[in-house]
DNA sequence: CGCGACAATGTAATTACTTACGTAAATAAA
DNA sequence: TTTATTTACGTAAGTAATTACATTGTCGCG
């Protein structure tokens, strides 16, 4: 048979499934050679019942980690062996309540040794194994139970996305994502403004040749956000045209462009950093917050945005 | 849920299925989020096609530990769906050599990224786990393959019985058993000669009376072996009676008594240790060689009994 | 060269679960 | 108090495996 690291983590479900059968016949097999009539897979639910006296069908099956048809089916067996019977539960009629009958503690008696011995068995073959499969197969159940193989998959995504994002200089090619990008946002927002249709339709003519930048995010050759630090008066930049394609908001892009035009200022020769933006957009108000700006009264009055109501400046930590 | 702790080892096999079914069920999940119409369970045999071009039944099922009913019914699901066909092998016309189509080939690509994430996410929680289950699953798989869990009961109450015989003293009440199992490996082996009825019958008067010593090897109140040390002439004790009730031999009660004896006879003022046998007995003999009996010429000439034809003595190490 | 043993498959029946659904009791809400 | 929702359970149907058995081909041996 081929090793399980060859056929890859994708067998081990099959494996699984195959070393509990293996299990289960193995353990029939010691019950049989000790003339005892009774399968290995209604061992724990016996137990549970010779420890508890009376259980109901889920809770039996809430603790056994099965389905309740599973657990109905089963006693249904059991107690036409009579080895269980069942009462109505007298606080609610809905419950059938499951004990061992006198035959069944027969049973249970019985089997006790074997158990016990097989406990000792199976204990050691564990250790051997290094111990912990136990513990390794019930974290397994709950991290699976926490979070589904779907979400952790996404996650995965994510996670290979944000590493891939790439901060870059615009290129003539961008113009026509920069104008969408922006425009879209604006559109989301607020409106175009005439001048808003003028920076955005050339870029190049109206942010680079001043003496701005224009960074670009991509994400393997796709462009997904822009941000433009534009020459202003007495030697400031202003940061602006921000803008992320929102499927792929919440990956952090806004932050990697930010951060990637503050070095950019800081490698320039520039006497300050400024932006405007609207209190609205809370998310990006604490962004830039985060990343050191801070409010200030405007020094240049009325902006030519009518959006802009929070003008605030970038300080050296 | 009850931890698989409390429930006990006997639960392993219940949840080792249903983590199966969780890996199952979840791994499918993903598949239908890729709008990849196809079962997890299938993709283990998927893979081996891919890599080996075109595999017999029964050697898919070998290398998956399946049985090959599993992989008929499966490969004929798979080739409704026009993603396996098959031809017969030229120089075995029994075999159906099955291979991927073009469309299966298609679904292992658009496949070959999700399995590479799922092996990354997969390989990600059992490093979590401590890293081990595939090596634990392989190695209980082959553990139990390898000897099965009959056999290590067995030997776990042999284990249990080896350190559970007490060698003691004669008593009044073992004047019955003595008698017994003497008889019956005399009966055995040899025959009954008068001598033997003789001392059989009164062992505290032939034997302990007379100086000697008779052990018996006790397993929970049972009776299952003795030996005698009769003092005999010049200071000599002779080491006799040895007998093992055939139900517990192989356990080594015999070399316990044995050991025993040597050890009664050192702590008693005694000359010399001898034993009298048959050549034919060749594990007896080579029990007493391997606790320091050696063969000699006996110096009393011919033995009372007719079945004697050998003499050994003890020789301290 | 036939002939018995063995091997490669398929098919049927069985099994131990599952999901889906229905019913009745209990509980919460209006 | 009526009504809607939830809960406990059973039954039916489906599924993915298994064992048991049948069929056909291969191979070694007298």
Redesign the pocket.
Known sequence: MKSLNDIGILGLS?RL??LS?IIH?QTDEVYKTENINF?A?NVPLMQLLNENESM????LAEMLG???????????KLQQADLLY?QIDG???????LSITPVGFELMDQLAPVLKDLQIVLGRLLALAGGNIMDNVELLERQLEQKPLVERMSELRRERMINSVEIIHFEKEHSKPFYQLNRAWLEKYFYVEDIDHLVLSEPFERIIEPGGFILMARIMDKIVGTAALIAAKDGQLELSKMAVDPDYQGLGIGEKLVIAAIQQYQAADFKGLFLESNRRLTPAISLYDKVGFKEQKSPYGKSPYSRADIFMVFQEA
Not at 56 to 59: A, E, G, L, P
Not at 66 to 76: D, G, L, N, R, V
Not at 91 to 97: A, F, I, K, L, V
């Open positions: 099959n499934k195959r059968e016949r399968q897979r109901s069908v889920t809770q099965q389905t309740h048809p599973a657990i109905s089916q089963m006693s249904k069942h606080g609610d009629e809905r419950r059938r309540m």
